[in-house]
């Protein structure tokens, strides 16, 4: 962990020795560990030419024609009637050389803007999850109140830095889904906003609504992301229509579009890690190829998604050693190929108990010490996605917090190698009540959002809560004191507008 | 993470592709990842010319007379009334250039030895805990049968090498606790077993009682260490008298000490981070010297146990970005002194809830990653550290035994690229019959201790339990399968003589 910069400012330059001023910075956040590896350089180099091989003799299926087409332009060979899609290195080489390295995601106003680029990492909710969970209301499909809710949860984290389908408003019809989700996202939050890439018409739609809430031409909108949406490949070696057109749509509009091939060990995938990140790999480097052959330049993220089943119940299971495995070969894989990339933690476990935050964990630390430079379902999943839980998602803003805490590194400067404070107490004693201490106290350290430090009597006459227990008032004082962003309220009309107009138009249908 | 070698093994040569036989070796524990850092080369050597600074200008008090008189013939300046020693940076240079930075600790057969050296990896229990808990006994003072118990889990994982004083036998006169908990230890494991410092008498006899189990003279006893023990410093800058003798008894010996200063940032340190390692390190190098003097090459070993307070409550807390950051410094000083070392996890929390899987884990991952030759208190620490919780130590043990396979890392051999198996699943497919899969799921993934990966929908027919719930059984079945293992009864006969007959002369009094 290499030091980054001394974040701690003078408070008060009367004070004997400086005073700290703890102001990590959550927002843009530089990883402190050196990425590391489980492959040898060699075994890199294996995967990816057995990736290549896979995608130049046995193809991927892809579902839309529009697709195929652009591919086979691009000197693809392409069997209309099995789907099959041969792509030859060349043109994934090509694709990979103007993938870009480094680029900005904008949010809503400037300090809510994000850098993805070597080194940087940036944390995202759990998403996607069909049911929501609390503690007061149990286990329920997801609502749009829990959407709402959640969006303002995760506004509420710096330490979250982009917007994410946290949990799916089975309340609202689906072709008036992404008016209601946008108009939330953009109204609650000024973080880039996640847009669903459900077919052409909604996703155009979604864009038309963050630039009227943006204040921006079309031009200025391809210009740079501002939203992201995530591709999965419908392992293995399948790439479905609404995720291909959404490549195409992404790429044409300059806006993020995240690869991530689902490869369960042992399910949609080899069971062994190398056989799974092959396939991870080539589906990958075919979903980037399509998205770059559509518009040179296009931002896209690597990624991965790569964990085992237990080979008992078939389940996917997370955090397990195997996953950590996979994500640190993936981030390999990712720089092997110059690209940023995404990754995830989460967990299986059906409750916030002591597996839940394990595997949370396990899987998350793996995603840092891999180089990932988006971590998605950072906080809340549960059920390995199928829930969201509002306490699994404060006891997870612990580890990432924690995590971001770790991003500002430490310094040795004079004061703080505390000679004289050392020399100030005898043998034995204590530094509570030293000036070295007093001048500190309030901000030396990170303060725990869920952690209880009291001891097992105290903890008892409060009710012998345990963490999960806890972590219900702690979202329910987080929505209370929820402040919404200073929002011009002409655009939300004219944001109001357009929904208006566009529902009295009967709404936009998914693609099948 | 570098691969270190294949551990699969061909199992059947008839198969068409090789079958795998997960085998990994969790005795003998190389870590897989390369050591990271929070701080500069230049901040670690002001840190240790800070430690320097404090030995020579302010001293260490030393309660022990033969210690102050060792340190005095070796050179020191000491004040026999004040009971202040102040050691010169070229005695620390001397003691640091004899310790030994690679050693062999024996067991009781050659396959539970343990080599010390740069990377390896050893983990052993939560302890030094006065209560015990579990869930259908409750919390209550530790006791013999708790000890036995315990160490009988301890024997059940081959994950944790070494035994420890896991938890206080209360119900046992503490000058008869010796004879009761080493009996235990040796007839019960042949893991090395752990000492207490409690004094020249005690220690003294616990020797004897090992030489007699390992069927050894003295002259062979003081060739390796076969037994270890750790030396805290009553922090700041003070040793008291158990703890010298004991750092004198270990080096006449040649048994394994491990010097660990007990540096809370705010309470017992410095509030900075810079600050708490400054003093820890110079608690250290007075330890070492002291070894060392007394017999040059003794086995010791530099340690931390870090970490910061609630300063709200003045309770130490564990896993927090602060004991990350001390973790990993220490692991600097470490190898700047040349020295393996000790390091730390586990957690604050009351209960076996995430809150302590979460500091547990991350404290573990901190001294992973900061290259810990040993971790103590890997498992079952609750309350940091005044309950041992046998619910605990199960879920512990599943990050445990994660950690152990990951040190088996991956490989990508032609069979485990799996391109045949790829093109043998058509798109959209699964890889559940495949040949590839079938010859190698039963091994292929790390089988979990405690984690559920069953769906909400039978999770909740099985009574909705929390991973602390289903612990409990874990534990008792293992405590109900539980293999003694092969002990010499001459031997075994030998050691309860010896105890009873001093236990007839009164035991052995504990050294104030």
């Known amino acids: 962990m290499a030091r980054r910069s001394n974040r701690r400012t003078r408070r008060s330059e009367s004070a004997e020795l400086p005073q700290a001023s703890r102001t990590v910075d959550y927002h843009n956040l530089i990883n402190p560990f050196t990425p590391q590896t489980v492959f040898s350089n060699d075994e890199v180099e294996a995967l990816h030419q057995n990736a290549l091989r896979i995608l130049e ?42 993938a870009p390295a480094e680029f900005k995601i904008c949010g809503g106003i400037g300090d809510k803007d994000l850098l993805v680029a070597p080194g940087r990492l940036i944390f ?56 209601r989700t946008a108009r939330i996202q953009l109204s609650l939050s000024h973080k880039a906003p996640w847009v669903y890439a459900r077919g052409n018409n909604q996703v155009t739609e979604c864009f038309e609504m963050i630039r009227i809430m943006r204040g921006i031409s079309i031009e200025e909108f391809k210009q740079s992301p501002y939203c992201s949406t995530v591709v999965n ?15 195409i749509d992404f790429a044409l509009a300059g806006q993020l579009c995240i690869i991530t091939p689902f490869c369960l060990l042992g399910a949609m995938a080899p069971i062994t890690v190398a056989g799974a990140l092959s ?63 995404r990754s995830s933690s989460g967990s299986g476990s059906n409750i916030a108990d002591a597996q839940g935050a394990h595997e949370t964990d396990m899987s998350a630390w793996a995603a840092v010490l891999a180089g990932a430079n988006l971590m998605i379902h950072s906080a809340g999943w549960l059920e390995g996605g199928l829930t969201l839980g509002y306490e699994k998602m404060i006891i997870d803003m612990e580890m990432v917090q924690s995590f971001a805490e770790l991003c500002g590194g ?66 329910q004082k987080r929505l209370e004191t929820y402040t919404p962003p200073d929002i011009d309220p002409a655009r939300l009309d004219e944001l109001d507008a357009f929904i208006c107009n566009r529902i009295a138009e009967g709404g936009a249908p998914l693609m099948d």
């Open 124 to 179: 995202k909710s759990g998403a996607g999850c069909p049911h929501a969970f609390d503690r007061e209301r149990g286990r329920r499909p997801g609502t749009l109140k829990d959407f709402e809710e959640l969006i303002k949860l995760t506004e509420s984290f710096d330490a979250l830095q982009l917007l994410g389908a946290i949990v799916e408003p089975q309340d609202i019809a689906i072709h008036e889904r992404h008016y």
């Open 410 to 475: 430490a310094t040795a400067n004079e004061a703080e190698l505390a000679f004289e404070a050392i020399a100030d107490v005898e043998p034995g004693g204590h530094f509570f009540a030293t000036q070295h201490t007093m001048d500190r106290y309030r901000t030396a350290f990170y303060e725990p959002l869920v952690a209880d430090s009291s001891n097992f009597g105290q903890w008892q006459e409060a009710g012998s809560l345990t963490a999960d227990q806890r972590a219900t008032s702690v979202w």
């Open 233 to 247: 490949t419908n392992s293995p070696r399948q790439l479905d229509r609404p995720m291909a057109q959404g490549i």
């Open 279 to 341: 396939l991870q790999h080539a589906e990958n480097l075919a979903g980037i190829t399509l998205s770059q052959i559509t518009k040179q330049g296009a931002p896209v993220l690597y990624g991965s998604f790569a964990s085992n089943v237990d080979m008992r119940s078939g389940s996917p299971t997370f955090g397990t050693p195997e996953q950590v495995k996979a994500t640190l070969g993936s981030g390999q894989l990712a720089r092997h190929v110059g690209l940023p990339w």
């Open 57 to 98: 003799e046995l193809g991927i299926k892809i579902l839309l024609p529009a697709a195929r087409e652009r591919l086979k332009k691009a000197g693809a060979l392409v069997d209309h009637d099995t789907f099959m899609v041969r792509i030859g290195r060349e043109i994934v080489a090509q694709a990979l050389a103007s």
